[in-house]
Nanobody
Framework: VQLQASGGGLAQTGGSLTLSCAAS????????MAWLRQAPGKERELVAA???????YYEDSVKGRFTISRDNAKRTVYLQMNSLKPEDTAVYYC????????????????????WGQGTQVTVSS
């Protein structure tokens, strides 16, 4: 398994969840990492991305609420989600772009080469 995601679940509005995604060594050292989500009936959208150089990008609706980070020692990327809203309900995927340059955070979902299995996040109102 190249990418293994975990940490989804059920939260109340205003609550918090943390997603984790562990990557294989052959991916981690070359990859910009991202979290994307797909809600029922909607297209997959990029939520946050982080370059190998720790430059982060956030989609407007999650700015100030979500934080993406990466731990090189653990080869793991995290998504800390605070102040959750019902519209955050979706299946969340981690992904890796192994062709991104050091400081680049790809924002096009099609840029990502490797995908983890999805993890469901449900926010109740």
């Amino acid at each position: 398994v190249q990418l293994q995601a975990s940490g989804g679940g059920l939260a109340q509005t205003g609550g918090s969840l943390t997603l984790s995604c562990a990557a294989s060594g052959r991916i981690w050292s070359r990859a910009a990492m991202a979290w994307l989500r797909q809600a029922p009936g909607k297209e997959r959208e990029l939520v946050a991305a982080i370059s190998r150089g720790n430059v982060a990008y956030y989609e407007d609706s999650v700015k100030g609420r979500f934080t993406i980070s990466r731990d090189n020692a653990k080869r793991t990327v995290y998504l800390q989600m605070n102040s959750l809203k019902p519209e955050d309900t979706a299946v969340y995927y981690c992904a890796a772009d192994v062709n991104a340059i050091y400081s680049h955070t790809p924002q096009n979902p099609d840029s990502y080469d490797y995908w983890g299995q999805g993890t469901q996040v449900t926010v109740s109102s």
